[in-house]
């Protein structure tokens, strides 16, 4: 079970589920992560807190060597988080939506080089269309980048004191 758990943290796309249940009061829990550790039962701000993080795919996921990262301390933090966050993504988005790609090899082996981090490199690489030829579909980069802007704003919604 621990090495399941453990590579399960280790290798986030494979998705391997474990049910977990409360030894209190058998519902089921939520895969925090390795690095999770529970406050007090009667800690009812931390654990609405820990709700919140949950709620926006904040975990304590990690290899073990340095941790989760950064956690927000509370939904202040979160939602700076996320704003911040969002920003970047937008800032990814605005670049698809103006960048012009090259058309022959050679010209985009250059592009490539001098653009990669700030291009390529903000993708996953399953959203290139060849990667060994090195092509990136422009459509397809945007649509990413939309919905992950889409996604940090249902998570805002989904915090948000006026629901």
Known sequence: MFRRRLLRDINHSKKESV???CPQCEGLMADMGLDFKAPRTDDI??????????????????CGCSGPGYIPKNKEQILSQLENTKRNYIEHFRLWNTIELPETKAEFEVFYQRNFQKVAGSLPQNLYKDYKKRKLDKNTAIKYWTDKIGEIDRHLESLSPFK
């Open 19 to 21: 049910e977990a249940k």
């Open 45 to 62: 701000k931390e654990w609405s807190h820990l709700k919140d993080l949950h709620s926006v795919g904040i975990t304590f996921h990690s």
